[in-house]
């Protein structure tokens, strides 16, 4: 099918694992577009698109269900069906990404502080 791609192509766009990408299909994160004659999984441009904002939400430390929940905020949005509720847990959520940003940065000067000391040691 035309504008479809199958799963191995799809990991390699994603940078993503075969398993991976199956797990988050079978967890409801992700639904393949289309399947083939041969009943090969088919994915469009918006399923990759929907696999690497998943990619970018885990070392953020999101779990299932809050990957689940933001996704259908963010559904609801690109068809402009978010409620006022929903737009508070996405700046909820907002808030969330930016505190943890923070502390991964921290997270990064320590290591990169330690690394330095390491190499001052070095013979």
């Not at 441009?45 to 970018?56: S, Y």
């Not at 299932?64 to 259908?72: G, I, P, S």
């Not at 923070?102 to 330095?116: C, G, N, W």
Request: charged share 35%.
């Amino acid at each position: 099918m035309p504008g479809h791609m199958r799963i191995g192509e799809v990991a390699e766009r994603t940078g993503l694992s075969l398993r991976t990408i199956r797990y988050y299909e079978e967890v409801g994160l992700v639904v393949p577009s289309a399947r083939s004659q041969g009943g090969f999984r088919l994915y469009t441009e918006p399923d990759v698109e929907r696999l690497n904002m998943i990619k970018r939400m885990k070392p953020l430390g999101f779990q299932l269900d809050q990957m689940r929940e933001l996704l259908e905020i963010l559904d609801d949005r690109e068809r402009g069906e978010l409620t006022e509720q929903r737009r508070d847990r996405l700046e909820e959520f907002h808030t969330s990404v930016r505190e943890r940003c923070a502390s991964l940065r921290a997270e990064l000067r320590t290591a990169e502080d330690f690394a330095d000391t390491l190499w001052r040691r070095l013979p």
